[in-house]
């Protein structure tokens, strides 16, 4: 079945409704209010808990290999890792990652 333009029109706007209001929900709600100090502590971990779980599906199925896991994407994702917790340094644990994914993309083909 194919959707009408009005179709789409609506679930664009009514998705961006629903986003407009989860994220007023925290900001407008509760922007001026003091949050418990458990709220804030698990707060911290929003940004760990979200990058790997942006990067994971890239790296376990990528798009690029039609879905199934690939050993250069696999290894620049344990050289990355490896590198940012032996060094502390996001920009040398990045450039870790990128020499191994070309390197290993160039040798293997």
């Known amino acids: ?17 629903g986003t407009y209001l989860i ?15 458990w709220v804030l502590r698990m707060l911290r971990y929003t940004p760990v808990a979200v990058l790997p779980a942006l990067v994971a599906p890239l790296v376990m199925w990528p798009a690029a290999t039609g879905g199934a896991p690939d050993p ?3 290894a620049a994702a344990t ?8 060094t502390k340094n996001v920009m040398l644990a990045i450039l870790a990652g990128g020499i191994t994914l070309f390197g290993l993309l160039y040798v293997l083909g």
């Not at 959707?3 to 409704?17: H, M, T, Y």
């Not at 994220?23 to 100090?37: H, K, N, T």
Request: hydrophobic fraction near 60%; charge should be neutral.
């Open 79 to 86: 050289a990355t890792v490896a590198v940012g917790v032996l």
């Open 72 to 74: 250069a994407r696999l």
């Open 1 to 17: 079945m194919q959707a009408s333009d009005l179709q789409i029109w609506i679930v664009i706007v009514v998705l961006g409704i």
């Open 23 to 37: 994220r007023w929900s925290f900001l407008g709600a509760l922007g001026d209010r003091d949050l418990p100090g």
